[in-house]
């Protein structure tokens, strides 16, 4: 017999966690963010003046961040129209079926707020935690490696320094520019929409964008991100990133014992600084004769170099989750500061993903 279509009529008391299916990943992911959320609330007090009236909480708006990741929402304007009937998003932020949904301004106010008290950072750093408390991590063996993420920025917008159009353009929303002839660099020129940016390129015959550089250090055991940092691109950014990641392990207490990396990292400067550090260099060696190896026969013929070396290409799993499910291949923003911001929202994001599935049951 066929069914008749009837009309949406009535009402219905189902709650958005009722529609959640119970061996969903997003609630696994949800426990966790809000244990260490939690842990946070006296840093969120601080934040906020005693009297007043109540702003939108700042777990909802940095859960809110996460989901943007997670399921790579384009917008925080379309993430705040997709509250409006998407009841796991509103189960992740516990959001009733009634509860009004926020402005997407909201996100520009409270940023400011995010940055000042460095909350992003020690929310992934509580998870980094969370993740080595259970043994997820390794505490001694890691690689590093770094990526560009091009900015909110065009190449026409990179000007030399201190000149001014003297003809209007022929197009104010895209204007024509040519820069036939013309020799521009990082030391003469800057962009207009994002003076912190620089003009890079990932290697020999590919265009060259206005980026950031940005850099992870994965722990061995199961890649999971133990530290990330944003730094402007340059021809020492990847160095001069990896030995800063690696100062705050040693100030944080934990003994890294070897770090591999990709044959970029294969220079005097770099291996000297880290074996200073008492750390073993597990670097891939150059294959270009045009440049000397530092890495000799008595580091390679030890079998964890074999170790490292295998499992450092796994790095490359981290950034290509970035930038196709966390939509971190451009960055949202403009200026170190807030690309840095959305770096530890989506290295945190990863880390929670992989912790999901790695917890047991």
């Given amino acids: 017999m066929r069914g008749e279509l009837d009309e949406q009529v009535g009402f219905s008391l189902v709650q958005p966690a009722q ?4 061996d969903h990943p997003i609630r696994r992911i949800k426990a966790i963010a809000d244990e260490q959320l939690k842990k946070l609330s006296p840093v969120f007090d601080e934040m906020y003046a005693g009297a007043g009236r109540p702003s939108i909480p700042p777990e909802r708006l940095l859960k809110a961040c996460l989901l943007i990741v997670l399921f ?3 917008s925080e304007r379309q993430l705040c129209e997709r509250l409006e009937y998407d009841l796991m998003f509103r189960f992740f932020l516990d959001m009733g079926m009634d509860d009004k949904v926020f402005d997407a301004s909201s996100f520009a106010k409270n940023k400011e707020r995010l940055l000042e008290a460095n909350v992003a950072r020690k929310f992934f750093e509580a998870v980094v935690r969370q993740a080595a408390a259970h043994g997820l991590m390794s505490r001694e063996h890691f690689t590093v490696d770094g990526t560009l993420i091009e900015a909110w920025a065009g ?5 030399r320094r201190g000149k001014k159009d003297t003809k209007p353009p022929d197009d104010p ?18 962009s207009t929409t994002d003076p912190e940016a620089k003009m890079a390129t990932k290697g020999n015959g590919q265009a060259a964008k206005l980026s950031y550089a940005a850099h992870v250090l994965m722990e061995n055991r199961n890649g999971l991100c133990a530290d990330v940092t944003v730094t402007a691109a340059g021809g020492s950014a990847e160095w001069d990133g990896a030995l800063e990641m690696l100062e705050r392990q040693q100030v ?5 014992r070897t770090l591999g990396a990709d044959a970029g990292y294969d220079v005097h400067r770099f291996v000297r600084a880290v074996r200073d550090k008492g750390i073993a260099t597990h670097i891939a060696s150059t294959r270009d004769t045009r440049r000397r190896s530092w890495m000799d026969g008595r580091t390679k013929r030890h079998p964890s170099y ?19 499910v966390g939509g971190f291949r451009k960055t949202r923003y403009r200026g170190k500061a807030r690309t ?11 880390n929670l993903t992989r912790m999901a599935k790695l917890l047991p049951a």
């Fill in 19 to 22: 529609r959640v299916p119970k």
């Fill in 340 to 350: 840095g911001l959305w770096a530890y929202i989506t290295a945190a994001a990863y």
């Fill in 72 to 74: 790579s929402v384009r």
């Fill in 306 to 324: 074999a170790i490292s070396q295998r499992v450092r290409k796994r790095v490359e799993e981290v950034f290509g989750w970035w930038k196709t």
């Fill in 155 to 159: 190449v026409k917008s990179f000007k």
């Fill in 252 to 256: 944080a207490g934990i003994r890294v």
């Fill in 173 to 190: 929303g895209n204007p024509t520019v040519n820069f036939h002839g013309e020799k521009r660099s990082n030391e003469t020129h800057e």
